[in-house]
């Protein structure tokens, strides 16, 4: 693999994606398990709030690789708020 600047950024922050699918699964997983085994103790909102917190993360991860990538490519990154 290229040791250049920009591909170790986006290695990190694969890993970050990688890391933050795994506890996004992991959460999911346990939330399920409480609605089976505690019903009482279950809610919904939490469950979802944990998943949307979860995406969050990688939608934010993967659009650092995306400004990486365009930094290196176009020496430009956009900003204003519609330019993704």
């Excluded at 694969?14 to 699918?21: D, M, P, Q, R, S």
């Excluded at 995406?55 to 708020?81: M, R």
């Amino acid at each position: 693999m290229s040791s250049h600047p920009a591909f170790l950024v986006i290695r990190a922050k694969l890993a970050e994606i990688g890391k933050a699918l795994k506890h996004l699964n992991e959460g999911h997983k346990q939330q399920v398990d409480l609605e089976r085994d505690h019903p009482a103790h279950y809610s919904k909102d939490v469950h979802v709030e944990s998943l949307a917190t979860n995406l969050q993360g990688i939608y934010t991860q993967s659009e650092a690789i995306l400004k990486s990538i365009l930094q290196e490519i176009d020496a430009y990154v956009p900003t204003a708020d519609s330019w993704h």
